[in-house]
């Protein structure tokens, strides 16, 4: 391996019932992993006190360790969320977000600033949307010792330039970025054929150009706390294993374990447990690193 910092993997719990997720989680131990991911839908499922305990104690049981944390991703939950759209909710829910992370062990929880074209809002407004929830954000994340990232996507508020922009307002330790491989990847290579792009299909503007990027990670690199990641076709997002894809994973790995801020490595390949593939990702995955 050509680093030290922590590989954790993003796995489907959502689909795992109450009764078998301690066996699961002894399964996945026994395949050598050792660090998870306190997911979006795994969020969602702490409301319910007796998975909260559940979800603590059968990782402690199997050896797993939670090093990173990913808050929901519904359209209501995001940090651009504008004032119309409740945001006070929205906010609360970060804020319970945050403390669950730290709970959990967590050390960096990755939010999503906007997902789909605004309608009534332009990406500038979003902009600083996202900056009035950070305001109230940041202190709380700082309290729970959680760094806030915030993750590439392909709509206008989640360009690389749109993110550094928010990291140079801040400048605080407690906030940084989550690089997505396949997003980022998307970005660049949809270029190719727009129409054909999942890109197109969230700015849904045909007045407005598309500002394709290439360059997302060494924009991105200095304030780089996490990353995701997972390899497409340049034009879906399908979330493979690197290597089943088209992006250039020496390229990636190389730029990212030389980012100065980056706390773990993981993996957001989605695979299903039904076809025994979580077995073999663990070497799979880690084979870029070789």
């Given amino acids: 391996m050509k680093t030290d910092l922590p590989i954790t993997y993003g796995l489907r719990w959502n689909v795992v019932s109450k ?9 996945v131990a026994s395949y050598g992993i050792r660090n998870i991911v306190l997911t979006d839908a795994t969020v969602y499922r702490l409301s319910d006190l007796d998975m909260h305990e559940l979800f603590l104690n059968s990782a402690k049981a199997a050896g797993l360790k939670y090093v990173d944390a990913h808050a929901p991703l519904a359209e209501t939950e995001l940090l651009g969320l504008p004032p119309e759209k ?3 909710a929205m906010l609360r829910s970060a804020e319970n977000t945050l403390h669950l992370a730290a709970e959990f062990g967590c050390k960096t929880c990755t939010f999503h600033c906007w997902n789909w074209r605004p309608d009534t ?9 996202v900056c009035d929830s950070l305001e109230r954000l940041l202190p709380v994340a700082e309290k729970t010792g959680v760094i806030i990232a915030l993750e590439n996507v392909w709509s206008p508020p989640c360009t690389a330039d749109m993110l550094v922009r928010v990291m140079k307002h801040f400048d605080s330790p407690w906030l940084g970025l989550c ?3 396949g997003h980022a990847f998307i970005f660049d290579y949809g270029r190719n054929n727009p129409a054909r792009s999942c890109v197109l299909k969230s700015w849904k503007c045909p007045v407005e150009e598309i500002p394709w990027d290439g360059m ?3 924009k991105m690199q200095p304030w780089i706390v996490n990353c995701h990641l997972h390899d497409n076709n340049g034009y879906d997002d399908e979330h493979l294993l690197p290597g089943q894809g088209l992006i250039d994973w020496k390229k990636v790995t190389s730029l990212l374990l030389a980012a100065p801020r980056l706390q773990c490595i993981q993996s957001e390949v989605i695979v299903k447990w039904e076809e025994g593939q979580v077995k073999n990702l663990k ?3 880690e ?4």
């Fill in 86 to 88: 409740n945001r006070n």
């Fill in 179 to 181: 690089y997505d491989s």
């Fill in 216 to 218: 997302m990670l060494e």
């Fill in 283 to 285: 070497s799979n995955f």
């Fill in 121 to 129: 809002h332009d990406a500038e407004e979003r902009f600083r949307f």
């Fill in 19 to 27: 009764e078998l997720l301690p066996v699961v989680m002894e399964l």
């Fill in 287 to 290: 084979k870029i690193f070789n």
